[in-house]
């Protein structure tokens, strides 16, 4: 199996690739990335790539599967525009260059809270991905709603906090069904459902996704 991967330098997306290149069924890993990554392994092909040029990678995007973990947050972005222009349109274009080169399948992480009806941005945007990338009708198409990841060393101050009061909350019985996950969980999750799920659209929510670790 060739798999292609999108954002490999996220906590996800670092998890997903250290999982791919240990899998015995996958023979090789293409990787699009921005920079060198500080990996090598006799599977791995790095492909560094300007997104915002499309004509100069879509050819490159050829396999059997694509994950994609890319995504950035306001603060990183800087704006909505430049939020919009990551999680959206570099998402959909990369998608739509898979399918245009007969990639049958496609695993994305989207958001636990995705609706293109949403009156909040950033839900809005993930919504309203997953309905475009649905309507490209991909042989296989799963996508993840995960809850608050879980991060080694995570830097970011509010999620952290977040992760401790829900964990709170959950010892009592409460919120459950938003128990925080790993990334590495969820990069697990990810290859499992590629191999077992048939053909067709699955959306996986946040309290099933541990049925695939």
């Given at each position: 199996?060739?798999?292609?991967?999108?954002?490999?330098?996220?906590?996800?997306?670092?998890?997903?690739?250290?999982?791919?290149?240990?899998?015995?069924?996958?023979?090789?890993?293409?990787?699009?990335?921005?920079?060198?990554?500080?990996?090598?392994?006799?599977?791995?092909?790095?492909?560094?790539?300007?997104?915002?040029?499309?004509?100069?990678?879509?050819?490159?995007?050829?396999?059997d599967i694509l994950?994609?973990?890319?995504?950035?947050?306001?603060?990183?972005?800087g704006s909505k525009?430049?939020?919009?222009?990551?999680?959206?349109?570099?998402?959909?274009q990369f998608a739509?260059?898979?399918?245009?080169?007969?990639?049958?399948?496609?695993?994305?992480?989207?958001?636990?809270?995705?609706?293109?009806?949403?009156?909040?941005?950033?839900?809005?945007?993930?919504?309203?991905?997953?309905?475009?990338?649905?309507?490209?009708?991909?042989?296989?198409?799963?996508?993840?709603?995960?809850?608050?990841?879980?991060?080694?060393?995570?830097?970011?101050?509010?999620?952290?906090?977040?992760?401790?009061?829900?964990?709170?909350?959950?010892?009592?019985?409460?919120?459950?069904?938003?128990?925080?996950?790993?990334?590495?969980?969820?990069?697990?999750?990810?290859?499992?459902?590629?191999?077992?799920?048939?053909?067709?659209?699955?959306?996986?929510?946040?309290?099933?996704?541990?049925?695939?670790?």
């Amino acid at each position: 199996m060739k798999v292609l991967l999108i954002r490999a330098t996220g906590a996800t997306g670092k998890d997903l690739l250290e999982l791919l290149l240990q899998d015995e069924e996958i023979q090789q890993v293409d990787v699009f990335v921005r920079r060198v990554l500080n990996v090598k392994h006799e599977k791995l092909s790095m492909h560094i790539i300007d997104f915002d040029q499309p004509e100069q990678w879509k050819n490159k995007v050829q396999g059997d599967i694509l994950f994609s973990c890319l995504g950035t947050t306001l603060k990183a972005a800087g704006s909505k525009n430049a939020q919009w222009k990551v999680d959206y349109e570099y998402q959909y274009q990369f998608a739509k260059a898979a399918k245009e080169n007969n990639v049958p399948g496609y695993v994305l992480v989207s958001a636990e809270s995705a609706s293109a009806k949403s009156p909040i941005f950033y839900s809005k945007m993930k919504g309203q991905l997953e309905e475009d990338v649905k309507s490209l009708m991909f042989t296989k198409l799963i996508i993840f709603n995960p809850p608050l990841l879980l991060r080694e060393k995570s830097d970011r101050q509010g999620e952290v906090m977040a992760a401790k009061v829900l964990k709170f909350f959950n010892k009592l019985g409460i919120l459950r069904s938003q128990k925080p996950l790993h990334t590495k969980h969820l990069a697990a999750a990810m290859i499992k459902s590629a191999k077992v799920l048939k053909d067709g659209v699955h959306s996986i929510k946040g309290q099933h996704i541990p049925d695939f670790v």
